[in-house]
């Protein structure tokens, strides 16, 4: 029997890459985990997303159809600062109309100066320059929206766990070897799951695939 303890963990959210899976599926030959570690490893979320203590990286299983025997979804990432996110989002929208009131108070003192007898030619130059300037801000605030598009964010409410720390040794060899070891338990245990989401914790400051401890989080009534 694995090292075990219980903890009560607030409510956080994740954003990571996500898969939808069995465990029927990921016991064979088409399991989808080893890609979905792959794809998280070249996506940097950390350096693309606002995340809280960016060096754990999280292995959450989610939205369960039922429970250990039917499909759920994996989302392998970071904890992000949710009402910092939000917010991010409404400075964003903030910033757009701003430019748009600077954008107006510019045409009004074009309209100025072109009364002035402002030279056409450099009126034209400045309004090019400005069209190509809000362009740039345009493209650079699509191409961050399809980056962050491109995760899944899950929620995971506050929850009491049981903890079940794995025995060192190659990650997917002792990781398989515990959930193997935690399905038995809950069978005749007298805890009960509630499937609320289950995590996995790695520390990636000194994460050594061949040679690893990793302590997986079990939600529990």
């Known amino acids: 029997m694995m090292n075990t303890y219980f903890v009560e963990k607030a409510k956080m959210t ?3 890459v996500s898969i939808r899976t069995t465990n029927e599926v990921e016991m064979g030959p088409d ?3 080893p890609q979905l570690w792959e794809t998280y490893f070249q996506s940097n979320i950390a ?3 606002a995340t809280v203590n960016s060096e754990y990286i999280y292995a959450l299983y989610t939205d369960y159809e039922s429970d250990a025997s039917g499909a759920y979804t994996v989302v392998i990432g970071h904890e992000v600062a949710e009402e910092r996110h ?5 400075l964003e929208e903030n910033g757009l109309e701003e430019s748009e009131l600077e954008e ?3 045409e009004e003192n074009e309209l100025e100066k072109s009364e002035l007898e402002k030279n056409e030619l450099e009126k034209n130059e400045l309004e090019k320059n400005q069209l190509e300037e809000s362009q740039l ?3 650079q605030l699509e191409e961050n929206r399809l980056e962050e598009s491109q995760f ?3 929620v995971v409410p506050e929850s009491k766990y049981m903890v079940f720390t794995t025995k060192k040794g190659p990650v997917f060899e002792v990781v398989a070897q515990a959930w193997g070891e935690i399905w038995a338990y809950f069978k005749e245990s007298r805890e009960a799951r509630t499937y609320t989401g289950d995590f996995e ?3 990636s400051r000194n994460f050594d695939p061949a040679d690893t401890q990793v302590e997986i989080y079990i939600a529990i009534e």
């Open 14 to 16: 994740l954003a990571g």
């Open 31 to 33: 399991g989808g985990l």
């Open 47 to 49: 350096g693309q997303v």
């Open 86 to 90: 939000l917010e991010g989002n409404q």
């Open 104 to 106: 107006s108070e510019l």
């Open 137 to 139: 801000v345009e493209n």
């Open 152 to 154: 899944t964010y899950a």
């Open 201 to 203: 914790i790695y520390d």
